[in-house]
Nanobody, 123 residues
Framework: QVQLVESGGGLVQAGGSLRLSCAASGSIRSINSMGWYRQAPGKQRELVAGITSREITNYADSVKGRFTISRDNAKNTVYLQMNSLKPEDTAVYLC?????????????????WGKGTLVTVSS
């Protein structure tokens, strides 16, 4: 019923920039919080940045001052602008959103995940 599709990953040199996008589609009534997580090989998934429906943001200490999360509610899309990238930022980046759906009068809220996009930062 709901899909999250990420785009924008790729290979970049240290110090470079990338912009990730995540678009939600389906029987969406409203989108509450949205966020970006990442998972590097052999490591646990970690929160990178989050944004509420009122656009209150929070960031992992490791990315503060370098990454910026934003959202376009008209497009059901969340973005992650990543600047001054470091090799340790290399990971699969996954989009997460808490979405309320309505199907034939049935309203339900749950977390959805995208499949991820790979970001590789070379030194």
């Amino acid at each position: 019923q709901v899909q999250l599709v990420e785009s924008g990953g790729g290979l970049v040199q240290a110090g470079g920039s990338l912009r990730l996008s995540c678009a939600a589609s389906g029987s969406i009534r409203s989108i509450n919080s949205m966020g970006w997580y990442r998972q590097a090989p052999g490591k646990q998934r970690e929160l990178v940045a989050g944004i509420t429906s009122r656009e209150i943001t929070n960031y992992a200490d490791s990315v503060k001052g370098r990454f910026t999360i934003s959202r376009d509610n008209a497009k059901n899309t969340v973005y992650l602008q990543m600047n001054s990238l470091k090799p340790e930022d290399t990971a699969v980046y996954l989009c997460n959103a808490e979405i309320t759906t309505e199907v034939r009068g049935w309203v339900h809220t749950m977390d959805y995940w995208g499949k991820g996009t790979l970001v590789t930062v070379s030194s």
